[in-house]
């Protein structure tokens, strides 16, 4: 079993930050790449940043500059530094991991999404 988890989401006003926290548990081998997704009202979901294993970093464009991703290997962790938020960065966000477990291949696992909301 592989379990994703975020946290950190919540109300901010705009141009203020929030961090938001990923970890990956359970039994298997590795993590692969892991990433940010997030899905605003009526909209599709959408990828905001990615991180190879080996730390090379991809974002989108609205959020190149205000976001960045980094993790932790030996914790099994991602995070996700926003800054400057504005509301369009209003959504549902999700973590997904690409993670290889012990005698299969990769699979994608995705966290249950947490909210964040930029408002004054």
């Known amino acids: 079993q592989v379990r994703v988890v975020e946290s950190g989401g919540g109300l901010v006003q705009p141009g203020g930050s929030l961090e938001l926290s990923c970890e990956v548990s359970?039994?298997?081998?590795?993590?692969?790449?892991m990433g940010w997704y997030r899905q605003g009202p009526g909209k599709q979901r959408d990828m905001v940043a990615t991180i190879t294993d080996d730390g090379d970093t991809n974002y989108a464009d609205s959020v190149k500059g205000r976001f960045t991703i980094s993790r932790d290997n030996a914790k099994n962790t991602v995070h996700l530094q926003m800054n400057s938020l504005k509301s369009e960065d209003t959504a549902v966000y999700y973590c997904?991991?690409?993670?290889?477990?012990?005698?299969?291949?990769?699979?994608?696992?995705w966290g249950q999404g947490t909210q964040v909301t930029v408002s004054s």
């Open positions: 997904k991991a690409n993670v290889r477990r012990y005698g299969l291949g990769p699979d994608d696992y």
């Open positions: 359970g039994s298997f081998f590795r993590i692969n790449a």
